[in-house]
């Protein structure tokens, strides 16, 4: 009988143990964009709201890497029909320090994102096209709970010539 609470104590003592140390982790994530101009628009959308996943792993304490993918299909600002945009965005993140109520990160990688317009006018063709920009983005992750995180990200971004928009993003990520 003491060996059996013996090895639940141990197990639970590994599990949180292990729940600490997490490299891999998964969360979802909702984020809007904002443009800069008219011209070299990140989205067309009038209210551009993209839902999605990410999955992430810790190199070490300070660096980790992360692949996200976003979905959002919304009304066009000027013309009546519809942007759809898969986006897939990764990136590196630096965490300088950590405190005990958050980690505070720099990043930067590439985002690749295929529109596809549906215009309602018959005499406007659908289109569709594939960008690839650089983002830029400072952020904080908030622990909630032992392996549960709330995140905030700003991210900037840049077509290589020009600073194009900027996106806002919450989130929750799970560590595996």
């Known amino acids: 009988?003491?060996?059996?609470?013996?090895?639940?104590?141990?197990?639970?003592?590994?599990?949180?143990?292990?729940?600490?140390?997490?490299?891999l982790s998964v969360g979802l994530v909702s984020t809007h964009f904002h443009n800069y101009d008219a011209s070299n628009?990140?989205?067309?959308?009038?209210?551009?709201?993209?839902?999605g996943v990410i999955v992430g792993y810790n190199v070490d304490k300070n660096l980790s890497v992360a692949f996200t993918g976003?979905?959002?299909?919304?009304?066009?600002?000027n013309v009546q029909g519809t942007e759809t945009d898969i986006r897939g965005h990764l990136s590196m993140y630096f965490t300088p320090f950590s405190l005990n109520f958050a980690r505070p990160y720099v990043s930067a990688g590439l985002v690749y994102?295929?529109?596809?317009?549906d215009y309602a006018a018959s005499e406007l063709n659908d289109d569709s096209d594939?960008?690839?920009?650089?983002?830029?983005?400072?952020?904080?992750?908030?622990?909630?709970?032992?392996?549960?995180?709330?995140?905030?990200?700003?991210?900037?971004?840049?077509?290589?010539?020009?600073a194009v928009g900027w996106s806002g993003s919450i989130g929750f990520r799970y560590g595996l």
């Open 1 to 23: 009988m003491k060996i059996k609470y013996l090895l639940i104590a141990l197990l639970i003592t590994a599990t949180a143990v292990s729940a600490q140390t997490s490299k």
């Open 41 to 51: 628009r990140i989205s067309n959308a009038d209210n551009p709201l993209a839902y």
């Open 70 to 77: 976003e979905f959002s299909n919304a009304d066009l600002q």
């Open 113 to 117: 994102s295929h529109r596809s317009f």
């Open 130 to 162: 594939g960008k690839i920009y650089g983002r830029y983005g400072v952020g904080v992750d908030v622990p909630l709970l032992n392996n549960i995180s709330l995140n905030g990200d700003l991210g900037g971004y840049s077509n290589g010539l020009k």
